[in-house]
């Protein structure tokens, strides 16, 4: 182990972050070349992907569940702003504001990560399409 970090973020919740060191031998893959199996990811900023075959991967803007998170978020927020400055309740409701923005956080981290394992257990290689203007 090389070193351990503790944070602590706005919510108050406490993260311990480990480094490890090891010894990783690399074993060379090959691949069947078939062209169901290779895909080139472009990513713009409309969208989280665009595949080499022309889909796109839907970034995490649902549009139910943001305006739902907007408006919690927002009502949350005027919350925050009414309450009396160094008071005990002000600084719960920033717990519960910073909990929030975590929560939303979180969730899109989910969906990415769980977009990205999608990816990988469809594709044997996914590489990065370059446009040359």
Same mark, same amino acid.
Not at 5 to 23: D, H, Q, S
């Given at each position: 182990?090389?070193?351990?970090?503790?944070?602590?973020?706005?919510?108050?919740?406490?993260?311990?972050?480990?480094?490890?060191?090891?010894? *990783?031998?690399?074993?060379?893959?090959? *691949?069947?070349?078939?062209?169901?199996?290779?895909?080139?990811?472009?990513?713009?900023?409309?969208?989280?992907?665009?595949?080499?075959?022309?889909?796109?991967?839907?970034?995490?803007? *649902?549009?139910?569940?943001?305006?739902?998170?907007?408006?919690?978020?927002?009502?949350?927020?005027?919350?925050?702003?009414?309450?009396?400055?160094?008071?005990?309740?002000?600084?719960?409701?920033?717990?519960?504001?910073?909990?929030?923005?975590?929560?939303?956080?979180?969730?899109?981290?989910?969906?990415?990560?769980?977009?990205?394992?999608?990816?990988?257990?469809?594709?044997?290689?996914?590489?990065?399409?370059?446009?040359?203007?």
């Amino acid at each position: 182990m090389k070193s351990i970090t503790v944070r602590k973020n706005p919510a108050g919740e406490y993260y311990a972050i480990l480094l490890f060191e090891r010894e *990783y031998i690399r074993k060379p893959k090959t *691949y069947s070349g078939s062209e169901n199996k290779v895909i080139g990811l472009d990513f713009p900023l409309a969208d989280l992907y665009i595949d080499s075959n022309g889909n796109s991967g839907k970034d995490f803007n *649902y549009a139910a569940q943001k305006q739902a998170h907007k408006k919690k978020e927002k009502k949350l927020k005027r919350r925050l702003a009414k309450k009396q400055k160094e008071s005990k309740n002000k600084e719960k409701t920033r717990i519960k504001v910073a909990r929030f923005e975590n929560h939303i956080g979180n969730s899109r981290l989910d969906y990415i990560e769980k977009e990205t394992l999608r990816l990988v257990r469809k594709y044997e290689l996914i590489g990065k399409v370059c446009q040359v203007f």
